[in-house]
């Protein structure tokens, strides 16, 4: 202790005086966030045996008179006060606010523990006092995107900052990393990120960079496919333009390695809006003016949402619950009498005008509630359907779940004939498989005089040959082949109807023993037909009754023109299509018989 205070009191370094340690007042703008009381009872210890052997460096306080500031040492002093000492060494200086920040930014960054956070707050200090990165980063030895990443970290709110520094806490095992990812956001962002998704982000393991960029990425939204003009200013008077707001990726392509930045200072494919709330507003904003925009000329215009995703409470709040799933709607062409206008609000094309058919779901609270409703003369509406095409629909539609269901246990059939016999082979001797008999696979799917119902003789009786020549496993195969053959057929492009597909369906169910009846019982189940039908049959029904005799009737009325509205056409006369696909089927077909001729 002796020697220390002999140090102390006779310093060999030129203007450093001896001051009187209660003298002396940290600094208010210490960049340094945290100084643990491990690290300064540890440089305590080492002031006692050796004494004080670098002195810090203070001006006269600017605001309390006799007192002096310390701009470069504080945690000397905090040691030297912990160690005993009544004085310590420092350097006076007379500095102005820039000069005397400019020595604790120095002093901070030649510290080799500096922490990435505080090394972040001390250059973003040193570029607020005007320093030039690109000159900062020369003094440093670093590259100038480091020098920014570092500064960034500087942004963090202080519930990060504050997460952070707790010891053993999950956030203070990110690294430098993640906090540079996070940084990136603005305030709000960075708050919402910690409170929706802090919790989950470490609840499924430690993420990885890469996982936490895609966690961040996915709350973003990428502005090349925006609807509006990202030059419109009128649309968020107080926001103000996208492609001027200092809150997109784009303005910071250092941060965000922004290589692709067009020339002329537009968006790049990959920019992206750093504030989501900010782009709620302006989406619900521009869906409103569209809205209002489209409505004019479209009164029955309907809302329809593309993705699962939770749209932003702005949007909610602009198109309340008028809004429909696209996946229950079949989008059809502008000149499809079946077409309803219909809006998207979400996704790139957010805006869009399409049509799609609505179905009877919610055509029932649009202007063709029924189809009994009828305009002027008597005749079906535009985009009015007569009971019978949408029966005939739904049987389209229950058809085609029959379809799928057979070519699902035709594969199921295919792949567990191939693991029976790759099984028998495994197991059996040469002897007995002399003695396999390949039908006894068949057996279980169905007995052979079933096969007799298979309209393609030649390959059966290929197989039966097979069967009688060989019986190996290759006859196996050839039955594998025969099934392949109707699972091809069945959804093969040559067949243009889904009765034919249906009929097809049914002769595969028959010689695999498929219980078809059960199959379609399972379809009328899961679709199932409307409850407003009800009503139009009997609406149906007292039409029919109110009509007179047909003895009664004059020749043109008996003939069938009732002139009737959303009933089933009569058995002799074609219903009329939804759409102009036949008519454009029988142009086609005229003019192929002509050139033939």
């Not at 004494?51 to 504080?74: N, Q, T």
Request: proline share 6%; charged share 30%; hydrophobic share 35%.
């Amino acid at each position: 202790m002796a020697t220390a205070l002999k140090l102390s009191a006779e310093p060999k370094r030129p203007n450093v005086r001896m001051l009187d340690i209660d003298q002396l007042l940290p600094t208010a703008d210490n960049l340094r966030r945290r100084i643990t009381n491990g690290s300064v009872e540890s440089l305590a210890k080492s002031i006692a045996r050796e004494g004080l052997l670098h002195p810090i460096v203070v001006r006269p306080h600017p605001s309390e008179e006799g007192k002096w500031e310390i701009r470069a040492g504080e945690r000397r002093w905090r040691a030297a006060k912990l160690a005993g000492l009544a004085q310590i060494p420092a350097v006076v200086r007379r500095l102005d606010d820039e000069a005397a920040m400019a020595i604790t930014i120095t002093e901070n960054l030649q510290r080799e523990n500096l922490h990435p956070l505080e090394e972040g707050r001390t250059i973003q200090t040193a570029l607020d006092q005007g320093q030039n990165p690109k000159q900062l980063a020369a003094r440093l030895g670093k590259s100038l995107a480091f020098v920014l990443r570092r500064a960034s970290l500087a942004g963090l709110t202080e519930a990060w900052k504050d997460a952070v520094f707790v010891a053993d806490s999950d956030a203070s095992r990110l690294s430098v990393a993640h906090l540079e990812l996070i940084a990136r956001l603005p305030s709000e962002t960075q708050d919402a990120l910690a409170a929706d998704d802090f919790a989950a982000i470490f609840g499924r393991g430690f993420p990885t960079v890469e996982e936490l960029r895609r966690i961040i990425d996915d709350g973003l939204h990428t502005l090349a496919s925006m609807p509006w003009g990202l030059n419109d200013e009128g649309i968020e008077p107080v926001a103000g333009s996208c492609l001027n707001c200092p809150k997109r990726s784009g303005k910071q392509p250092v941060l965000f390695d922004h290589e692709d930045l067009p020339a002329d200072g537009s968006v790049s494919p990959t920019d992206r809006c750093l504030d989501p709330s900010c782009f709620d507003r302006k989406h619900a904003a521009y869906l409103t003016s569209r809205e209002a925009s489209l409505r004019s000329d479209h009164p029955n215009l309907r809302l329809v949402q593309v993705g699962y995703q939770k749209i932003g409470n702005a949007t909610t709040q602009a198109v309340g619950d008028r809004v429909t799933r696209l996946y229950q709607l079949r989008v059809v062409k502008k000149s499809d009498p079946c077409g309803t206008p219909i809006m998207q609000i979400d996704g790139p094309k957010a805006g869009a005008l399409l049509h799609a058919d609505l179905g009877d779901k919610t055509q029932r609270n649009g202007p063709h509630a029924n189809s009994a409703s009828a305009t002027e003369g008597g005749q079906p509406g535009r985009g009015t359907l007569t009971l019978a095409e949408r029966e005939d629909r739904l049987s389209r539609r229950r058809q085609a779940f029959v379809v799928k269901r057979v070519e699902a246990m035709l594969r199921e059939f295919t792949a567990e004939a191939a693991r029976k016999v790759m099984g028998d082979m495994a197991v059996r001797s040469d002897e007995a498989a002399r003695s396999f008999d390949p039908l006894s696979l068949v057996l279980s799917f169905g007995t052979t005089t079933r096969f007799d119902r298979c309209h393609d003789e030649e390959a059966w009786e290929q197989f039966h040959k097979r069967c009688a020549n060989d019986p190996t496993d290759r006859a196996v195969e050839a039955l594998m082949e025969v099934v392949q053959i109707w699972a091809r057929r069945l959804s093969g492009t040559d067949l243009k109807t889904a009765r034919a597909q249906a009929r097809d369906a049914g002769s595969i169910a028959a010689i695999l023993a498929i219980d078809l009846a059960a199959i379609e019982l399972e379809a009328e189940r899961e679709i199932p037909e409307p409850t407003s039908w009800k009503v139009l049959r009997e609406q149906h029904a007292v039409a029919e009754a109110k009509k007179p005799d047909s003895t009664d009737m004059p020749d043109d009325a008996a003939s069938g023109d009732t002139g009737s509205v959303g009933l089933p056409a009569p058995d002799n006369e074609e219903a009329k299509p939804c759409s102009t696909r036949s008519r454009r089927s029988r142009r086609k077909r005229g003019k192929r018989s002509r050139s033939r001729s």
